[in-house]
């Protein structure tokens, strides 16, 4: 068990331009979880997976934001056209299926919007 | 879902036992209540969980009144290591990790 991973660690942007965050969940971990946090504040829910399928995106923060985990194993987010805003820790977590709400996070990628 | 309430800050020194007492008053019937700990630059780390009475595991006890409507996150003898923040969260089974974690407890450990 390597834990949750989460690639880049730190990502600096220009305005504008799209960035991919990638995470590797735990291996036999069915449910895979995006949050964001900006300093100061607890993490704040985005998005949720279930194996392939995104149960729960009403969070994502606007249509520029968008999750996919295509087989049910490691999930990206994209932004698009980032803005001075996005500047924020992207934290991936993942959990068993199994209603016990323990999540497990990964280090997050620290994304800067210049 | 209940909103919790908790200090902002907290001081103590090593050796000390710390106790962080979360408020949820309108904790429903099917929540639980768990505590995660987070260091700068981490994600956080599950600490504890627990529905009723006292849970202890080998990081901290978890004390939970009969209401409810408030719970102790106890640290025995606590380190410089401790120092972190520390968030109270109320959730229940339909949640599908939608936790809601507000700006939780910074734990500062002085020598």
């Known amino acids: 068990d390597t834990g949750v991973s989460q690639n880049p660690r730190h990502k600096i942007t220009k305005r504008g331009q799209n960035v991919t965050f990638r995470c590797d969940p735990i291996s036999e971990h069915n449910r895979l979880y995006w949050y964001r946090q900006t300093l100061g504040q607890g993490p704040e829910f985005l998005t949720y997976?279930?194996?392939?399928?995104?149960?729960?995106k009403s969070r994502l923060l606007s249509d520029r934001f968008s999750a996919e985990r295509p087989k049910g194993s490691f999930s990206t987010l994209e932004i698009q056209r980032t803005e001075q805003g996005d500047s924020a820790m992207y934290l991936c977590a993942s959990s068993l299926d199994g209603g016990d709400e323990k999540l497990f996070f990964g280090s997050g990628t620290q994304l800067s919007v210049l | 879902l209940a909103k919790t309430t908790q200090p902002i800050s907290m001081d103590s020194y090593e050796g000390q036992e710390v106790n962080i007492t979360c408020s949820h008053n309108?904790?429903?019937?099917?929540?639980?209540i768990t505590w995660y700990q987070q260091f700068p630059s981490q994600g956080p780390r599950f600490i504890i969980q627990g529905y009723k009475t006292k849970v202890t595991n080998e990081v901290a006890s978890l004390f939970i009144p009969a209401d409810r409507k408030s719970s102790t996150l106890s640290l025995p003898r606590v380190s410089l290591s401790d120092t972190a923040v520390y968030y109270c969260?109320?959730?229940?089974?339909?949640?599908?990790?939608?936790?809601?974690f507000g700006r939780g407890t910074q734990l500062t450990v002085w020598p």
């Open positions: 997976f279930q194996n392939e399928a995104q149960l729960e």
């Open positions: 969260l109320v959730y229940r089974g339909s949640t599908l990790g939608r936790l809601y």
């Open positions: 309108n904790i429903a019937t099917n929540d639980y």
